[in-house]
């Protein structure tokens, strides 16, 4: 384990390392208990560097074997070793190899850093800080080095040997039972990008023919039995090679494309140069063990690694505090592809939920922290929605302000100019800004200021001058760190919709930047005037969600109900009736702590009705706009004192409400359901989405076949979206045949541990009085694993992040088993641990009594006799 004891690195301490590494050789010999990796690096000063500056090399619990430099082993008083560092002094002043010998217990690995052994392969993760797990090395993302591998193992134990870049060698050992293989990557790489694999695996096949022509081969790697759930991804890599090109011009590199599955892995997955190495869960997918979700997310996934490799690879990261500069552009463009690939707005509306449920609360609590932070003690933790989703939302903002053919002219420039470096935000938008003569300095703000800004918009109408008066107002609030802040540059789409409908365009605008239908706010407040209107238009404002903002537009109840019928936006039209909803369910929620009885607005119940029987409506987009905010949306818009049984009672009287008034509507929908084989497609799935939720919705009606339609739902489902959606409601219902159709499904799936997962998950997120019981025993079910990273979240993760009254039980008893998770997961893998603890972010939020108790297990947590880096800095900074 990492040393505990953590210094904060800071941005403005940047300075380039001393010394390049422009080769790296590596010898690995694997062995379950022993693997022995021979490192050469050919060393050399970088311009500056005084003669005699020692060489420091980062490690990390490595057991140090040998140490020679250009042949000749080091004498003890050249070097100098600690659990974190390799020190050698009287470096020689000219260019040497340094050969280091380091020995690892793959098997014991349990962290998944480094090099480690999943379900007996062997793989790597070596983003962030990993390779120093495997060899002492200049450990950071700026120094650029051509590696060449081989791999050494028993062939019986790993007949699949794959590295980096291109098989050059390969070949038996005579007369022992190992075989080698050695791989050769061209490209300059830094460390982080290393990845190898060894193991027993089986693979599919394909090629791809790139824009020059040059044939790619593509091969996935499962383990045996499962290549029949690699066609999914194979055909969403090629979409996504083709896609890259078309719309980026970006052409793939190398001759092999590979990509591994594994069982055991922290993350989603890794863009190691021609390496890809996936959790299982975003490879593996058929009809009967995958849902639509996971189709989508597959795509998505697959797409984002494969365009790493131009947003990552080719140009990375000059440090880590740059990390949005790869993973902002490229879940940019992942959004992108799969909008392309899909229905846009539905695409949208998806990608803005997931921001605000899990960006937006992060951005308002105490890790609340810039899309590209100053400074972090553990770079495992800036892994952030803030700066995957938020960073993406930023260069939204960037092609909406420069337009399509800037933004391209700018990625063009970009591509150009860094092509082969380790960059900074400021090089990355010094190209945009350049290649459309645009000053984007106040721009830069948004990489550089935390929390999400409020924006109040009030506004007047004056029937005898035909004018609209809005009066614009930003700030954000104050946070830890950042006690004010200055005003942002928004885009902000807007629509003045007249009464029949239409957009009514005005004849001028003053007090704002105007770009067709986009108004630039620049200021703290901003008087913004619409001339030449007849009558007054209703505001449809922050169209497309054009900025990650929280718009505050005081709109009546009328004006958002008209906006949900009418706007020609579609994203307004499906926030309309989210806001709208969600006003009336606060306001039930604080009905309810007042003990006051709960009816539900029959206006609203009325317009959702419209929504489910709009068959001009794409039936995708109805699923959506037929979901009620979350609890957890509700929460956060509640902002403090919150009481999460009183938000469940609110949200559940509305949804008995439109499940009792439209009951026939929903019991016809819910059999409207594609027909023939079974396709993952956007419109078939987005038909499995909208009978789905009208099953959910004929739960809530009250009608008295409820559990024979569900029981029934489930024994005819052919696919696992369907499946998983009836026994859900079962499950959550709390109804009798939950018990038996749970068995049945543990019987069809229990060899399939994706589908098991979704199995803990429908038990762990069951807000049943006894579902935090359930849960502590569901941890001793043979099946769960703590070793496992998927299972753990599917469990215990789902319970704290989807289960919110039963984990902020008044009693204290959830936040309790939660805590005692993360201390016991925090030995085992501290990436795991400290991404469960960050459930607690919100905790000074919750009314006193539920807050003084999640504070406790806080303080607890923070004195467990032992915790890892990882956990120690998100408990730290939660309770500062
Ligand atoms: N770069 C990976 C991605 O595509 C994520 C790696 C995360 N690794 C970590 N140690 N946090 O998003
Ligand atoms: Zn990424």
Not at 286 to 305: L, R
Not at 307 to 316: K, L, P, S, Y
Not at 356 to 372: I, N, T, W, Y
Request: charged share 25%; with cysteine.
């Amino acid at each position: 384990m990492r040393p505990e004891t953590a210094v904060a690195i800071r941005l403005e301490d940047y300075a380039s390392a001393p010394y390049r590494i422009d080769t790296v050789d590596l010898d690995i010999q694997l062995n379950p208990r022993a693997a022995t990796i021979t490192a050469r690096l050919a060393i050399s000063r970088q311009d500056g560097t005084p003669e005699g500056t020692d060489l420091v090399l980062d490690g990390d619990a490595l057991e140090l074997f040998g140490l020679a430099i250009d042949g000749l082993p080091l004498t003890q008083d050249r070097y100098t070793v600690t659990p974190d560092k390799l020190t050698l002094n009287e470096v020689p002043t000219h260019p040497f190899v340094l050969e280091i010998v380091t020995r690892i217990n793959p098997d014991a690995n349990t962290e998944l850093m480094g090099l480690y052994r999943s379900s007996g392969t062997y793989c790597t993760q070596c983003e962030a800080e990993g390779f120093r797990c495997i060899t002492y090395f200049l450990d950071r993302p700026d120094v650029l080095s051509v590696y060449t591998t081989r791999i050494e193992a028993r062939k019986g134990e790993a007949p699949v040997l794959l590295g980096n870049g291109n098989l050059i060698q390969s070949g038996d050992l005579p007369g022992t039972d190992r075989h080698f293989a050695v791989w050769h990557d061209p490209h300059p790489k830094p460390s982080y990008l290393f990845a190898m694999v060894a193991g027993d695996l089986a693979h599919v096949a394909d090629t791809f023919v790139t824009s020059s022509g040059r044939e790619v081969d593509l091969k996935i790697y499962v383990e045996h039995g499962r290549e029949n759930r690699c066609a999914w991804a194979m055909d969403s890599l090629k979409r996504s090679m083709k896609w890259d090109e078309e719309v980026f011009g970006c052409e793939y590199d190398l001759d092999i494309f590979n990509i591994v599955a594994v069982s055991d892995f922290n993350m989603g997955a890794m863009e190691n140069k021609g390496l890809n190495i996936f959790n299982d869960k975003y490879v593996l997918a058929d009809p009967e063990t995958a849902t639509d979700q996971d189709y989508a997310n597959i795509e998505a996934v697959i797409a984002h690694e494969y365009f790493h490799n131009w947003t990552g690879n080719r140009i990375t990261c000059r440090d880590w505090f740059q990390l949005c500069l790869k993973e902002g552009l490229t879940v940019f463009r992942d959004q992108e592809f799969s909008s392309n690939m899909r229905s846009r707005p539905v695409k949208r509306i998806s990608d803005v939920r997931l921001l605000k449920s899990h960006q937006f609360p992060e951005d308002a609590g105490p890790l609340a922290h810039p899309v590209r932070p100053r400074k972090y003690t553990e770079i495992n933790n800036f892994y952030t929605a803030t700066v995957y989703e938020k960073g993406a939302e930023v260069v939204r903002m960037l092609k909406t302000l420069l337009g399509p053919d800037g933004f391209r002219k700018g990625m063009d420039l970009y591509f150009e100019r860094h092509d082969g470096e380790a960059t900074t935000i400021e090089a990355f938008l010094a190209c945009f800004s350049e290649a459309t003569s645009t000053d984007l300095g106040q721009f830069a703000r948004w990489y550089e200021q935390a929390g999400t800004p409020q924006v109040d918009v009030k506004s007047q109408y004056n029937a005898a001058s035909g004018d609209l008066t809005l009066e614009i107002n930003q700030m954000i609030s104050p946070l830890p760190g950042q006690p004010s802040s200055d005003p942002s540059v928004i885009p902000l789409r807007f629509g003045l919709i007249g009464p029949n409908g239409d957009d009514m365009p005005p004849s001028s605008v003053t007090g704002a930047k105007v770009q067709g239908d986009v108004l630039i706010l620049e200021d703290k407040t901003q008087s913004v005037t619409f001339s030449g209107l007849p009558s007054k238009p209703v505001l449809s404002l922050l169209r497309g969600f054009s900025a990650p903002v929280q718009l505050e537009a005081h709109q009546s109840a009328d004006d958002l109900l008209f906006l949900a019928r009418q706007d020609c936006d579609p994203f307004n039209r499906w926030q309309a009736l989210q806001t709208r909803a969600t006003q009336d369910l606060i306001s039930l929620a604080a009905k309810a702590v007042a003990n006051q009885p709960l009816k539900a607005d029959p206006q609203l119940v009325d317009a959702f009705g419209d929504v489910l029987t709009n068959e001009d409506l794409d039936p995708a987009f109805r699923a959506l706009a037929l979901q009620l905010p979350s609890e957890a949306d509700l929460a956060r818009d509640t902002g403090m004192n919150v009481d999460p049984d009183a938000i469940s009672a609110a949200r559940s009287t509305l949804r008995k409400a439109l499940g009792s008034a439209h009951a026939n509507a929903f019991k016809s929908a819910m059999s409207n359901r594609p027909t023939g084989t079974f396709s993952p497609d956007a419109a078939n799935a987005g038909q499995r989405a909208l009978a789905n939720q009208a099953l959910g919705y004929y739960a809530a009606s009250g009608e008295n076949d409820i559990e024979a339609v569900l029981t029934n739902a489930f024994d005819r489902a052919d696919n696992m979206t369907d499946l998983i959606a009836a026994l859900t409601l079962l499950v959550h219902d709390g109804l009798p045949s939950a018990e038996q159709r749970l068995e049945a499904f543990r019987k069809r799936h229990e060899d399939t541990s994706l589908a098991m997962d979704k199995w803990f998950m429908v038990q762990a997120t069951a807000a049943l009085a006894d579902g935090l019981e359930r849960v502590k025993a569901l941890t001793a079910h043979p099946l769960f694993d703590f070793a496992n990273p998927n299972r753990v979240r599917s469990l215990v993760h789902a319970f704290a992040t989807g289960n919110p009254t039963q984990f902020a039980r008044i009693d204290g008893s959830g936040f309790e088993f939660v805590a005692d998770n993360v201390i016991a997961i925090d030995q085992r893998n501290p990436q795991v641990a400290s991404r469960l603890l960050t459930c607690f972010r919100s905790w000074r939020a919750y009314e006193k009594t539920r807050s003084a108790h999640a504070e406790a297990q806080l303080l607890r947590i923070s004195s467990a006799e032992k915790l890892s880096r990882d956990s120690r800095d998100i408990v730290e900074r939660c309770l500062q």
